[in-house]
């Protein structure tokens, strides 16, 4: 299996490439034992798509790397924790663990429109089997912010 740390650190690289074109502080990795099946960024901006979150489009990514919608004994390593959209897709997904660094409560800080509730704990009570896991890599995941806000026409949703 990949270590965390070193999906998280290929998440962190590909939201810096976001970065640099201009999308949203957000990258996420997905692998299934040694193999990484997929790893992007935010492309909100980029494709006036408001549902094109990094871990909604490494989800799709996946999808078509294993030609299977189910993507059971994936890891995943998000730069933020899934918003209730993205953590519900991975839900779907039938995503086992998933690994997180900056918060939500980061993500609002920085300037997002963030639905702060406990969606976590709703999605466990709903019988979701998902693993969350916070705090890999948080200040090298919450710079990312930072260095996006440098952007003067970084754009906030
Ligand atoms: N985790 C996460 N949170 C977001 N909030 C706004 N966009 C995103 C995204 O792509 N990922």
Redesign the pocket.
């Known amino acids: 299996m990949i270590p965390p740390e070193d999906l998280m650190r290929l998440a962190i690289e590909r939201c810096r490439e976001g970065l640099a074109r201009g999308q ?1 502080p ?1 990258g ?1 990795a997905i692998a299934v034992g040694d193999r990484v099946i997929a790893n992007e960024h ?1 492309t ?1 901006v980029l494709t006036t798509d408001i549902t ?5 489009n490494a989800i799709r990514a996946a999808n078509r790397a294993i030609q299977n919608i189910f993507l059971e004994g994936a890891v995943v390593a ?6 209730p959209m ?1 953590m519900a897709a991975l839900h779907w997904a039938r995503v086992d663990t998933v690994y ?1 660094g900056a918060t ?1 409560a980061d ?1 609002a800080l920085g300037g ?1 429109n ?1 639905l702060q509730f406990p969606a976590a704990e709703l999605l466990r009570q709903g019988g979701s089997k998902l693993k969350l896991i916070p705090g890999l890599l948080p200040e090298e995941c919450k710079k990312l912010f930072l260095e996006w806000q440098s952007n003067p026409n970084h754009r906030v ?1």
């Open positions: 949203s957000f996420c935010n909100v094109a979150h990094a871990e909604v998000t730069t933020c924790e899934p918003c993205c997180y939500i993500a997002f963030e949703y």
